[in-house]
C-alpha cells in the first residue's frame, strides 16, 4: 500500500455529504497557516499626526494681510466725515428753517432756509436762504444767497456767497459778495465791490449803505453806466 500523501483529502462519511455547505464535503488536517501578533505597537511607536514646517505658512500670512487691508479700508470709510455732518461748534442741526425778527410787534424780516445750524455761539448758519426784508410792517425786498448767518441776540443777519437784493417798489436789483443788515436802523452795509441795476442804468461802486427798500442808497466809489 502507497503511503497517502500528507495534506490529501480524507473520505467522508456518506451522511456528510448532505450537508449544506459544500465545503464540509471535504476535511482538511488543521494547519496553521498564519500566524501575526495584532497587539496595538506601544505609545511610543504610534503614528502621529505630522508636524507643521517650521516657519510662517505662505497662506496663512496672506490671508492676514487680506483682512488687515480689508479692516483698514472700513475704517477709512467709517471715518471719511459726511458733507451734512455737524461741525465740532454746531449745536442743533434743522431743516425747513423758518424765522421771524420783529421789533414793537412789526416784522423785520422773514427767513426760510432749507438748513440751519445753530452753533455753540448762538448763531444760524444757513444754507441758500430767502429772506423778506419789512419796513412798517410792509415787504420791501427780498434778499437770496448761498450761505448767511443770524445772531440770535441782536438780529444782525450777514449774508454771503453771490448775494441778490430785489428791490420791490424800486425795480432795483443789487449784487455783491457780502453784505450786512443791521436791525437797529434797518440798513445793508457791505465794503465789497457792488453793482446795482435799474430799468436802463447800471451803477457799480465799493461800499455801501442803503435802507432796506434800496430806495435810499449811498454809494462809494461810484461808476455809472448807461445800458441799451
Excluded: N
Excluded at 467522508?12 to 450537508?19: F, I, N, S, T
Excluded at 464540509?24 to 508636524?51: E, I, K, M, N, W
Excluded at 448767518?149 to 449784487?175: M, N, P, Y
Excluded at 447800471?202 to 442808497?217: E, M, N, P, T, Y
Aim: aromatic residues 4%; glycine residues 6%.
Amino acid at each position: 500500500m502507497r503511503p497517502r500523501p500528507r495534506g490529501a483529502a480524507l473520505l467522508v462519511p456518506g451522511l456528510a455529504l448532505a450537508r449544506a455547505d459544500p465545503r464540509d464535503h471535504l476535511r482538511l488536517p488543521r494547519r496553521v497557516l498564519f500566524r501575526h501578533d495584532l497587539r496595538a505597537p506601544p505609545a511610543s511607536q504610534a503614528l502621529s499626526h505630522p508636524r507643521h514646517p517650521r516657519g510662517p505658512d505662505p497662506l496663512a500670512k496672506e490671508i492676514a494681510r487680506s483682512l488687515a487691508l480689508l479692516l483698514l479700508l472700513l475704517g477709512a470709510a467709517a471715518c471719511r466725515p459726511s458733507a451734512t455732518a455737524p461741525d465740532a461748534e454746531t449745536q442743533q442741526v434743522l431743516e425747513g428753517f423758518t424765522m421771524t425778527q420783529t421789533t414793537k410787534g412789526s416784522r423785520q424780516w422773514e427767513i426760510r432756509s432749507p438748513e440751519a445750524r445753530v452753533t455753540l455761539r448762538g448763531e444760524s448758519l444757513l444754507a441758500t436762504p430767502e429772506i423778506r426784508f419789512f419796513r412798517h410792517d410792509r415787504h420791501v425786498s427780498t434778499a437770496k444767497s448761498k450761505t448767511a448767518s443770524i445772531h440770535a441776540q441782536t438780529g444782525a443777519v450777514r449774508l454771503q456767497d453771490e448775494v441778490v437784493i430785489v428791490s420791490v417798489d424800486q425795480k432795483a436789483v443789487l449784487r455783491t459778495q457780502r453784505l450786512d443788515y443791521t436791525p437797529e436802523d434797518q440798513k445793508f452795509r457791505t465794503d465789497e465791490p457792488l453793482t446795482i441795476e435799474r430799468p436802463g442804468v447800471r451803477i457799480r461802486g465799493k461800499g455801501l449803505v442803503a435802507d432796506a427798500g434800496l430806495s435810499d442808497v449811498t454809494l462809494y466809489h461810484q461808476e455809472t453806466s448807461i445800458v441799451r
